[in-house]
């Protein structure tokens, strides 16, 4: 049954296709990418969708996953976007910082030129409508 304002898509690590819809389309989780910092952990397990070890591997793997299935799906339709998750918790080390908020994991500067692109492909998306 396709009811509701939206749909609402889960997806990590598998490149995304998405088609035009009569509903507004949003990746609402997505990335989860695993990088524990020492002495910033709080579990016993290390649980993440995808692992990574510095915060240059990090980065390179966040731009690649925006472009790959956030920019690429704008012109299809993509309206929005939930990236999992704002910060570790207990066993889960797949947060942009750390569990006790000390450690910011990504380049901000890096992630406010990934956003000024979306922002221009989704300006010029509904500047064509």
Known sequence: MKAGDFLSIHNYFRPLHLKKSQRIIILSEFGGMNYQIKNHFYGKKNYGYKRVS????FMIAYRKL???DIMKNIPHGLAGSIYTQLSDIEDEVNGLITYDREVVKCDQEIMRGIAQRIYGLFDREVGNE
């Not at 510095?54 to 591997?57: A, E, G, M, T, W």
């Open 66 to 68: 925006m472009i790959r």
């Open 54 to 57: 510095s915060r240059k591997d």
